[in-house]
Nanobody
Framework: QVQLVESGGGLVQAGGSLRLSCVAS????????MGWYRQAPDNQRELVAA???????NYADSAKGRFTISRDYAKNIVYLQMNSLKPEDTGVYSC???????????????WGKGTLVTVSS
């Protein structure tokens, strides 16, 4: 089992920044992928960004140039730095973990409970 705990969400004005953090604990495998999904009201969950344990990254088109995903491998933490936020970035951001190297991150093995990000116009 892997437990994921997110933090860093909140209310921010358009154009502002937030940094999300997710701490993974439990049975962490050597090769893995961690990332962030977003679910806006009345929308499907969508991948925002992913990063493998070898450092390969993948971003949604909407996140490219504004968001940066990174990891602290020693502490099993994944970060999502979000800059130039827009109202359409609003949603619940969930951390996810997969027991393999898969930057596409179409699915995951474990999920956090999520943290709410609200961007006001």
């Amino acid at each position: 089992q892997v437990q994921l705990v997110e933090s860093g969400g909140g209310l921010v004005q358009a154009g502002g920044s937030l940094r999300l953090s997710c701490v993974a604990s439990g049975s962490i495998s050597g090769f893995n992928t961690m990332g962030w999904y977003r679910q806006a009201p009345d929308n499907q969950r969508e991948l925002v960004a992913a990063i493998t344990s070898l450092g390969r990254t993948n971003y949604a088109d909407s996140a490219k140039g504004r968001f940066t995903i990174s990891r602290d491998y020693a502490k099993n933490i994944v970060y999502l730095q979000m800059n130039s936020l827009k109202p359409e970035d609003t949603g619940v951001y969930s951390c996810a973990y997969k027991r393999s190297l898969d930057a596409s991150f179409y699915d995951a093995d474990y999920w956090g409970k999520g943290t709410l990000v609200t961007v006001s116009s």
